[in-house]
Nanobody, 115 residues
């Protein structure tokens, strides 16, 4: 199983970024996928989850209405569209999948939002 994130970077407050996570090594369309983030000195937290078919999504209040998770099962990719970014969204973002009861993480990608 391999998860590779891309699309991070530096953006001004109010801006947008789209993260991608390319998955391989498992039947992507059979598993829910999630995005997490970890800011310096803080615990890793869930920011979005999507079911295997993409029919249901979950967000914490901190990003609801600003972030959108989606997936393309034909391309084995999950996305995180982030709009109206705030400085407090600055973190390393990780893609996560639980495959056959084992969790896998991407390498993480930095998102920095300047004020």
């Amino acid at each position: 199983v391999q998860l590779v994130e891309s699309g991070g970077g530096l953006v001004q407050a109010g801006g947008s970024l789209r993260l991608s996570c390319a998955a391989s090594g498992f039947t992507f369309s059979s598993y829910a996928m999630s995005w997490y983030r970890q800011a310096p000195g803080k615990e890793r937290e869930l920011v979005a989850r999507i079911t295997s078919a993409g029919s249901s999504t979950t967000y914490p209040d901190s990003v609801k209405g600003r972030f959108t998770i989606s997936r393309d099962n034909a391309e084995n990719t999950v996305y995180l569209q982030m709009n109206s970014l705030k400085p407090e969204d600055t973190a390393v973002y990780y893609c996560r999948g639980v495959v056959r009861s084992r969790q896998y993480w991407g390498q993480g990608i930095q998102v920095t939002v300047s004020s």
